[in-house]
């Protein structure tokens, strides 16, 4: 795929969307045991067409994964989704759409949308990192992540540089550990040269701030 030029490309997107919005939305609505009005349907065809990248632009960013976030929203208000469910569905589901959107990137090349070079967070996504530390934050989940051979139990009282900062902590599945490697896989260096922001967040001092100031950074891009 990487030596097809732009208009293949471009064909081969959208061959890709359409058979994605096919399983995922157009079968997934037909077999809902409810009848949902034409209008909603519409909502939310548009919001998973719309949350794997641009066919017209190749490219994909924070506006995308929006508009799956929009499609979550639609099942939960539909009673699809249960409101206990969203910490399964942020580590879940969530992940499992980051994980697919990627291999979709760097399969069809796409550029970033709206990117911020190297000081935004990563040029694709945003929610990963947010929804991690909100998690952290209010205290509703606790990690367990490896540093070498030793195990460390992560949760609301731990410091944020010890995971962030930390070079031997990994965990394969954890969606701020995989962004993390995902930013240094296609920028191709060390988070303190390539995301300087990224890795200035393991000067923060507590994840309830690391959160806000996540937030606010967020509302404003």
């Not at 809902?32 to 949350?51: G, H, M």
């Not at 988070?191 to 937030?215: D, H, I, N, R, Y």
Request: with cysteine.
């Amino acid at each position: 795929m990487s030596t097809f030029s732009v208009p293949y490309r471009v064909m081969f997107f959208h061959v890709k969307i359409a058979s994605i919005d096919q399983v995922c939305g157009s079968d997934f609505i037909k077999g809902l045991s409810f009848p949902i009005e034409e209008a909603t349907k519409v909502d939310i065809t548009a919001y998973l067409q719309n949350s794997f990248g641009s066919p017209a632009r190749l490219d994909y960013g924070t506006g995308h994964e929006l508009n799956f976030i929009a499609f979550l929203c639609c099942l939960e208000l539909l009673s699809v989704l249960d409101l206990r469910d969203r910490s399964k569905v942020a580590l879940k589901i969530f992940v499992r759409y980051t994980g697919l959107t990627r291999t979709i990137q760097q399969y069809f090349r796409l550029e970033p949308a709206g990117s911020l070079g190297a000081w935004g967070l990563d040029d694709y996504c945003f929610i990963p990192f947010l929804w991690y530390f909100i998690l952290l934050d209010y205290g509703s989940m606790c990690f367990m992540l490896r540093r070498g051979s030793a195990q460390l139990q992560i949760h609301s009282s731990s410091a944020p540089n010890l995971i962030i900062a930390d070079p031997l902590v990994v965990e394969e599945g954890n969606m701020f550990f995989d962004s993390c490697r995902y930013v240094k896989l296609v920028k191709g260096g060390p988070l303190e040269v390539v995301s300087p922001t990224l890795a200035s967040l393991s000067t923060v001092k507590s994840w309830k701030q690391m959160t806000e100031g996540l937030f606010k950074m967020y509302c404003v891009s």
